[in-house]
């Protein structure tokens, strides 16, 4: 992952490592030591780890069955036994639904900004680094798209597309091209500005491998941290156009479909039609501090 | 000559969660009204963190202090916040090194300068106006009164800091502290700076701490010269003497390793290594490393700043 | 590829190595709703120059003189809209010549912020073999490389290969720079500003260093700096510019000794005196260096020029032969019209 790879290779060989004893200081060892000492980011990251891992596992978590609704225990409140996060309107267990719910509500936030890195990103670092034409090209097509308001966009694309996961994942990667295109050009054409990226260009190499060793190493901490930042945007987008019917369709557990067909028990059981939300909440927030952790602790020379 | 500002024992540590920084580590200094006291010091010598003191600018929170400032009798370490403020502009002023930071860019030249003279003795609006014309007249920037209607971007680099002068004068302090004010300039206008900072406080007898790294730059200003390294004075002198016969190893180093007429073709002297880091109080003489008549008893104690002759005094054990 | 030997002497030693002809570079200066060009800076205008084989050519001159684009212009990071550059007799980016990837091999540059350019999540040792590797030298070749350049520039190789540049002082880093210039064995190293940001104790070793390192390689330099002091002190031949021009170019001896132009005449009484008895009481010219953006009209001193006449402003002085050097001044050209040239 370039994450954590301190060090570039050139050319494609690898070069003199670091060794333990004379070794330098890398900027991402030093990015990781600010992390360590910040509590907010590591709870943020640790509850986020810890969705991840139970959407993952969540078939052998020993929960009670997602789908299997019983019209006689319907909306039953929280600390119920053996349902003690209570049950739905068609009495399906909130607790198994909420686990299951988060795979797909992970999975809708975190591969459409996946997707929409890989082509924003290229696409963006392409324009910014070749400047001129290219850029005001790309950049111009970017500014069309970005003159709609995100969620309105992607009402519009799931609408014309139809409801379904895939299309949802379609429209909300093209909702995300433009803003990861827009960062990743202005921080390229920063690092471009740069007198190292002369003396590259200066010593004959060709412009993809100065793109490689010299700008991506500079420009993907940054379009990373921001890309962190849209993970909840996406999730709220795809738990919003679900809420409308234009996103997964029931019964999937999915934490805005849930939202959806909660809303007619809020007068019954406020706390229970609030939890889908609750999830949403705290998911969201957590990839927004984890980002800004991230963007503190990367915000530094040395 | 009365000494108008007395510093005693100055320390300044920086602290931040990575690191502590030693900046200023024991400086001590007199100043008297009309003097020029040139300090010159490399990058990292704690020469621009020593004049910051002296109006207190570095950020309170981080920063520690130990020693004395008195200026005119008050101490500057003590002083409470409305007094600080009194003290900035009114009785002590500072010009730095890039004027374009000193000026708000939404602002024209002559509403700044009118507003901080309308602040300070509460004239009315054309007043200070009239004012800020004469003191454009005064550092001697051509049709000041066009000037006063110019925004800071539209001057170039030697007006913007003729400006600034002017805005630091607008208030008559009595003591002027120059942060390195030519260097961002170029040749042909630097000159014209420095000898117009020579003249407006020989007119108005100020007291003036020119810090600088540029040694013919301390020469054209300076009355005395002190030069600092790691944090510390490391030799006071009147600016003859410390051309003469500079005596601290580092002194004389700095001297010989500049360049200037006539050493073509002659290899440079230059000091090996590189300045200390200043994460820790050094324990001894913090040149030591570098210098090329180190003795065991350099390393055991920091050596005193010793008076070796009237105004010429020297931290080094090997003076004499 | 070739291992990246040294490139062999092609013209002998009477054939400049580089030679710039009516090198020309104006920028546009975006403006208006649409990014419509409106005005232009006049960086370089109709310069040309040569650099003798081992030679140090000094290029001095104050702020938008356009000495640091005559630097890009030399290493084709910049495309020159106008004139033409040889190298050792071959013409550069033109049919029957080298192109600019061969020119780069041999003309390499040194700049001024030692920190900006260094890449700063490369180590030392992977920044000096970058363009070794790009140019296809083998990884063990490389790696033997690195740690020659870093002995060449005083620095220990076991210590400085694994380290980061934020690790680095202002001076070391300047070594690094300079042995990365170094790195693909070339013929000619532009310095641009290379010692300026540096304190004068180690501005002195690197200067030293730069001495050592041309006799030792067998190098050309071109040395651009504002600081007439370290240019005279490295120089063979110094070339003044004033906002895009040449105004004056001769050996350093007649530059500093006997300077023909007004303009150098007054860049170096500007210098500060280093005698507290001897120091400067007049500036020798007032004013600022005007914009380059729409310069004077005729020569473009003229503004600043306590001699300027009218010939000044309506004819734009050609440069001259004068007793040991070539000055643009009206003054030294017979029978311009100018009150103090001699009559033709």
């Given at each position: 992952m370039a994450l954590q790879s301190p060090s570039l290779d050139v050319g494609g060989a690898i070069l003199v490592k670091p060794t333990p004893a004379s070794a330098g200081r890398g900027y991402w060892q030093s990015v990781g030591r600010r992390l360590r000492r910040d509590p907010v980011t590591l709870i943020c990251a640790a509850i986020l780890i810890l969705l991840v891992l139970a959407s993952i596992a969540a078939p052998y978590l020993y929960l009670a069955d997602p789908y299997k609704t019983s019209m006689l225990r319907r909306l039953y409140p929280l600390g119920s036994p053996n349902h003690w996060l209570g049950t739905d309107e068609l009495g399906r267990d909130m607790f198994a639904r909420l686990i299951y719910g988060g795979r797909l509500s992970l999975f809708m936030g975190v591969t459409p900004v996946v997707c929409a890195l890989l082509i924003g990103g290229s696409l963006g670092i392409l324009a910014g680094f070749v400047g001129g034409k290219t850029n005001m090209a790309i950049m111009r097509i970017m500014d069309v798209f970005y003159a709609f308001p995100s969620v309105l966009l992607a009402i519009s694309l799931s609408g014309a597309m139809g409801a379904g996961t895939e299309n949802t994942l379609l429209s909300l990667t093209l909702v995300f091209i433009p803003p990861i295109c827009r960062v990743s050009e202005s921080v390229t054409t920063q690092v471009r500005g740069f007198d190292f990226v002369d003396a590259a260009k200066a010593s004959g190499a060709s412009a993809f491998t100065i793109v490689r060793v010299h700008v991506l190493g500079n420009v993907l901490g940054p379009i990373l941290v921001y890309a962190t930042s849209l993970i909840s945007v996406a999730i709220i987008l795809a738990a919003g156009l679900s809420f409308l019917g234009l996103g997964v369709k029931p019964p999937e557990p999915e934490w805005g479909l849930m939202l959806n067909?909660?809303?007619?028990?809020?007068?019954?059981?406020?706390?229970?039609?609030?939890?889908?939300?609750?999830?949403?909440?705290?998911?969201?927030?957590?990839?927004?501090?984890?980002?800004?952790?991230?963007?503190?602790?990367?915000?530094?020379?040395? | 000559m009365t000494n108008m500002l007395q510093v005693r024992d100055l320390h300044v540590t920086f602290v931040t969660p990575d690191r502590t920084v030693h900046a200023v580590n024991g400086v001590s200094f007199d100043l008297a009204r009309g003097e020029t006291l040139g300090i010159l010091g490399e990058s990292g010598s704690g020469k621009s963190v020593t004049l910051r003191s002296i109006l207190r600018l570095h950020p309170e929170h981080r920063t520690r202090w130990s020693g004395s400032i008195k200026l005119e009798g008050d101490e500057i370490l003590d002083m409470a916040p409305r007094a600080l403020s009194d003290l900035r502009g009114q009785r002590v002023s500072m010009i730095f090194q890039e004027p374009a930071t000193a000026f708000d860019p939404v602002f024209t030249i002559g509403q700044q300068i009118a507003e901080t003279v309308r602040r300070h003795t509460g004239k009315s609006e054309t007043e200070s106006m009239k004012r800020a014309k004469d003191l454009l007249e005064m550092v001697r920037i051509p049709s000041p009164a066009q000037r006063l209607k110019a925004y800071p971007h539209e001057m170039s680099g030697g007006m913007r800091q003729r400006a600034m002068i002017a805005l630091a004068l607008s208030c008559n302090p009595t003591l002027l502290l120059a942060d390195e004010p030519t260097t961002a300039l170029d040749a042909t206008v630097q000159i014209q700076v420095l000898l117009l900072i020579r003249e407006l406080q020989r007119e108005f007898n100020l007291g003036v701490i020119f810090v600088t790294h540029d040694i013919g730059v301390a020469v054209e200003v300076s009355d005395r010269i002190g030069v600092m390294y790691a944090g510390k004075l490391v030799e006071m002198a009147p600016v003859e003497r410390m051309v003469d016969a500079p005596q601290h190893p580092y002194s004389r180093g700095l001297l010989a390793s500049t360049v200037h007429d006539g050493m073509r073709g002659q290899r440079l002297e230059s000091i090996p290594g590189a300045p200390p880091d200043l994460a820790e109080v050094p324990s001894g003489c913090s040149f030591a490393p570098r210098c090329k008549f180190v003795r065991p008893d350099c390393t055991t104690a920091v050596p005193a700043l010793r008076d070796i002759e009237a105004a010429h005094a020297v931290r080094c054990v090997l003076a004499a | 590829m070739d291992t990246l030997l040294p490139i062999q002497d092609r013209g002998g030693p009477a054939q400049p190595l580089l030679l710039a002809t009516g090198l020309r570079k104006h920028f546009p200066v975006a403006g208006g709703l649409f990014g419509r060009t409106t005005k232009v800076v006049r960086a370089v205008d109709d310069l040309s120059l040569s650099v003798a084989k081992g030679e140090t050519l000094g290029v001095v001159g104050e702020s938008g003189c356009g000495k640091s684009t005559v630097a890009r212009l030399l290493i084709r990071l910049l495309k020159p809209d106008k004139g033409t550059m040889v190298l050792d007799g071959d013409p550069v980016d033109e049919p029957h010549g080298i192109t600019v990837n061969e020119l780069r091999r041999q003309v390499q540059m040194v700049f001024q912020d030692s920190y900006a350019s260094l890449n700063p999540r490369l180590t030392i040792a992977e920044t000096l073999a970058f363009a070794p590797r790009a140019h296809g030298l083998p990884a063990a070749e490389a790696r033997e490389r690195v740690r020659d350049l870093l002995s060449k520039v005083g620095l220990d190789p076991a210590n400085y290969a694994t380290r980061y540049p934020h690790e680095l002082s202002g001076g070391q880093r300047q070594r690094v720079n300079i042995a990365r210039a170094l790195a693909l064995r070339p013929r000619l190293i532009i310095l641009d500003e290379a010692v300026s940001a540096l304190d004068k104790s180690v501005e002195a070793q690197v200067l030293n260093m730069l001495v050592d390192l041309k006799t030792e390689l067998d190098l050309t330099y071109v040395f651009i700096s504002h600081d007439l002091n370290v240019v005279q002190y490295l120089s063979d031949r110094v070339l003044v510019m004033y906002l895009g021009k040449i105004v004056e170019l001769g050996p350093v001896e007649a530059i500093y000794g006997n300077p023909q132009h007004p303009y150098t005449r007054a860049l170096l009484s500007a210098r500060p005196s280093m005698d507290p008895r001897k120091r400067t009481h007049e500036a020798p010219i007032q004013g600022d260096p005007p914009n380059p953006i729409d310069p004077p009209s005729g020569c473009r001193f003229r503004t600043r020029c306590p001699f300027a006449e009218d010939v000044c402003a309506r004819v734009e002085p050609p440069l001259a032969d004068a007793q040991f050097q070539a000055v643009a001044c009206h003054m030294r050209v017979a029978g311009s019209g100018h009150s103090k040239a001699m009559a033709a």
């Open positions: 067909t909660l809303r007619q028990a809020i007068y019954v059981n406020p706390v229970l039609a609030a939890l889908p939300g609750v999830m949403i909440f705290i998911t969201s927030i957590c990839f927004n501090l984890m980002s800004d952790g991230l963007r503190a602790a990367m915000d530094v020379k040395a | - | -």
